[in-house]
């Protein structure tokens, strides 16, 4: 399963993992320096995701 998406954070990516067939037995995750401003928004604001509209 390949399911990366270049500008998503590590918190949206958590997120589209809730949505797909996660039955595998190892999950790797990728975590950049450009991630960190994302998942601290997402950890002050009660794990919650606040996106802005297109």
């Known amino acids: 399963m390949n399911t ?3 500008t998503y954070g ?3 990516e958590f997120k ?3 949505q797909v067939n996660t ?3 190892y ?3 990728q975590y950049c ?3 960190y ?3 601290q928004l997402y ?3 009660a794990n919650t995701l606040k996106i802005s509209s297109k």
Do not use: G
Request: net charge negative; glycine share 0%.
């Open 10 to 12: 590590t918190a949206r």
């Open 16 to 18: 589209l993992l809730q």
């Open 37 to 39: 401003e994302e998942n």
């Open 27 to 29: 999950i790797i995750v």
């Open 43 to 45: 950890h002050q604001n």
């Open 33 to 35: 320096d450009n991630d």
């Open 4 to 6: 990366p998406i270049s």
């Open 23 to 25: 039955s595998l037995q």
